[in-house]
């Protein structure tokens, strides 16, 4: 992912809501979001060319999702692909399925979420190996520090916050938010949706989990001319205890 923003513990019937966008390159191959074939309790899209993805999410109870972070020069070839430490992740095991500081040290620069039912973790490789437990509250993060001012990270926390304030509830009002392509009064300034022939916004996604045991994920993807090239929404079980009706129950979402 390139930029997003979450609510984590901000609402009573939404404990955890994030929204991002991937910006990539268009020629590099990717499959769409989908139950994986190793294990059906991984919801997630694939990075066809190391294997790995960008955002998931496990029946098991884990959310995670990467960020790369600039640097002078760019990644360096070589190093341990950032994707696959979330494959890891996802399907808890391998290598990297319980990430610490110490292990992601030697990739490129890089910031890691993970959310379970109790608690949200971030870490970061650079400048220094970090590990933090995150406090209830809404934040972004692009691809620099955890939190980073920045015009298009800001933009998208507000409407996030909005929608939180919304009665619908709807995750398609949240990836319209993620389509606006302004850009900020600074030459930095960066759109939130980033349309470029070569390397731009390939896919928007949005993960509403709910407080009664279920949630949901839906991804839009998009062609290098910035135009609709598919949308896919799955349900998944998230531990929790069930009580009264569920916004994100199986029979309320479509199919």
């Known amino acids: 992912m390139c930029v997003l923003a979450f609510a984590w513990r901000m609402d009573p ?3 955890l809501v994030l929204a991002g966008n991937r910006d990539e390159r268009h020629d590099r191959p990717s499959a769409p979001l989908q139950r994986w074939a190793e294990d059906e309790r991984v919801l997630a899209g694939r990075d066809l060319s190391a294997g790995g993805t960008w955002l998931g999410v496990s029946e098991r109870g884990l959310m995670a999702t990467v960020t790369n972070v600039r640097s002078e020069g760019g990644p360096e070839p070589g190093r341990p692909s950032r994707g696959w430490l979330l494959r890891d992740v996802l399907l808890g095991e391998g290598e990297y399925a319980e990430p610490t500081p110490e ?3 030697p990739f490129n620069p890089m910031n890691l979420l993970v959310f379970t039912p109790d608690e949200a973790r971030f870490w970061s490789n650079r400048p ?3 590990l933090r437990r995150l406090e209830p509250g809404l934040y972004g993060l692009s691809n620099a520090g955890f939190d980073h001012p920045e015009w298009r990270t800001d933009r998208l926390k507000t409407g996030l916050g909005g929608w939180l304030g919304e009665a619908s509830g709807e995750p398609a009002r949240l990836a ?3 389509a606006d ?3 900020g009064p600074a030459a930095e300034d ?3 949706f980033l349309r470029n022939e070569t390397w731009g916004t390939r896919c928007s996604t949005v ?3 709910s407080a009664h045991g279920h949630g949901d994920i839906l ?3 998009f062609d290098r001319e910035g135009r609709s090239a598919g949308e896919t929404q799955l349900g998944f079980a998230w531990p929790g205890t069930a009580s009264g009706p569920d916004p994100a129950a199986p029979d309320t979402m479509p199919p």
């Open 176 to 178: 319209d938010l993620l």
């Open 13 to 15: 019937d939404w404990p």
């Open 190 to 192: 960066f759109p939130v």
């Open 207 to 209: 993960v509403r989990v």
């Open 181 to 183: 392509p302004v850009r």
């Open 103 to 105: 292990l992601i040290a």
């Open 128 to 130: 220094a190996p970090e």
């Open 219 to 221: 991804e839009r993807r």
